[in-house]
């Protein structure tokens, strides 16, 4: 996709400034944000990520500490600077405190890309209310409180501005994810609207069920069996669309709620 930033990419060729992403979410080497990350340095951009080890404790695939370092490596390989930070975006001052880290450390940002998330299965019976307030102010709020430090800093020409968040249909048996997931995609649609006057598009991505380590077997033969195209969704599928989303190329894609699931009914 190295040819999807168009002028974007060009502007960051022959020593000229490369434009800078925030991404958050990508603290382990199979996941879609590192995909995602890897996907815009490519492109021609700078890439300042996020990450929170706590949470990766928690979940069957555990942290991966050396992850961040690793990720930084290939991306000085590609030519792009780099900033990894870790933040809990369960307090409502770390959206602000990230954007004056990359903004010291690397300059003004021109997309957002928001992978982070609070995902633990349960469903109305067995849901705590615990639970169900940190998956929302993980994923709903967070994400509020991202979109709204991005609008009031914005410093980009209009029409290269960019918001993208990932998001999930999952409901029954999935209750606090798929329902904060579902506040997260109208609060990013709504930034279609609101922030237009800065020349800004925002997306919602759903990319359906993504191979990053958690499936069992039998849930990767069934998912395979029921995608018309016959496999998994892999994290590249995902980066390869928001690297197009973020380029110029891009930029008639706005206020959408977009299935990357190879058709997955």
Same mark, same amino acid.
């Given at each position: 996709?190295?040819?999807?930033?168009?002028?974007?990419?060009?502007?960051? @060729?022959?020593?000229?400034?490369?434009?800078?992403?925030?991404?958050?979410?990508?603290?382990?080497?199979?996941?879609?944000?590192?995909?995602?990350?890897?996907?815009l340095?490519?492109?021609?951009?700078?890439?300042?990520?996020?990450h929170?080890?706590?949470?990766?404790?928690?979940?069957?695939?555990?942290?991966?500490?050396?992850?961040?370092?690793?990720?930084?490596?290939?991306?000085?390989?590609?030519?792009?600077?780099?900033?990894?930070?870790?933040?809990?975006?369960?307090?409502?001052?770390a959206?602000?405190?990230?954007?004056?880290?990359?903004?010291?450390?690397?300059?003004?940002?021109?997309?957002?890309?928001?992978c982070?998330c609070?995902?633990?299965?349960?469903?109305?019976?067995?849901?705590?209310?615990?639970?169900?307030?940190?998956?929302?102010?993980?994923?709903?709020?967070?994400t509020?409180?991202?979109?709204?430090?991005?609008?009031?800093?914005?410093?980009?020409?209009?029409?290269?501005?960019?918001?993208?968040?990932?998001?999930?249909?999952?409901?029954?048996?999935?209750?606090?994810?798929?329902?904060?997931? @579902?506040?997260?995609?109208?609060?990013?649609?709504?930034?279609?609207?609101?922030?237009?006057?800065?020349?800004v598009?925002?997306?919602?991505?759903?990319?359906?069920?993504?191979?990053?380590?958690?499936?069992?077997?039998?849930?990767?033969?069934?998912?395979?069996?029921?995608?018309?195209?016959?496999?998994?969704g892999?994290?590249?599928?995902?980066?390869?669309?928001?690297?197009?989303?973020?380029?110029?190329?891009?930029?008639?894609?706005?206020?959408?709620?977009?299935?990357?699931?190879?058709?997955?009914?």
């Amino acid at each position: 996709m190295s040819d999807g930033a168009g002028a974007m990419s060009e502007q960051a @060729g022959g020593g000229a400034e490369r434009p800078l992403a925030l991404v958050t979410g990508a603290g382990r080497r199979e996941g879609i944000a590192t995909a995602i990350v890897l996907g815009l340095a490519e492109a021609g951009w700078d890439v300042a990520f996020s990450h929170w080890p706590p949470y990766d404790r928690r979940m069957s695939w555990g942290a991966q500490p050396e992850a961040a370092g690793q990720l930084r490596e290939r991306l000085g390989a590609l030519g792009a600077r780099s900033m990894a930070v870790e933040a809990d975006l369960s307090d409502p001052a770390a959206p602000a405190a990230l954007f004056d880290t990359a903004e010291k450390e690397l300059g003004n940002v021109t997309a957002l890309v928001l992978c982070h998330c609070e995902s633990v299965d349960s469903g109305l019976l067995n849901t705590s209310v615990e639970s169900f307030d940190l998956h929302f102010a993980v994923n709903a709020r967070a994400t509020w409180l991202l979109i709204k430090e991005y609008g009031l800093r914005f410093r980009g020409t209009p029409g290269t501005g960019r918001i993208i968040s990932l998001t999930s249909d999952h409901t029954a048996g999935n209750l606090p994810y798929g329902a904060s997931k @579902g506040a997260m995609d109208r609060i990013t649609l709504a930034a279609a609207h609101e922030l237009a006057h800065l020349g800004v598009t925002a997306n919602a991505v759903n990319p359906g069920p993504t191979d990053t380590g958690w499936m069992t077997e039998r849930q990767k033969a069934d998912l395979s069996r029921a995608t018309p195209l016959g496999r998994l969704g892999m994290p590249q599928d995902c980066a390869n669309l928001v690297t197009f989303l973020c380029s110029d190329q891009g930029g008639w894609v706005n206020g959408q709620l977009l299935h990357s699931n190879g058709g997955l009914g």
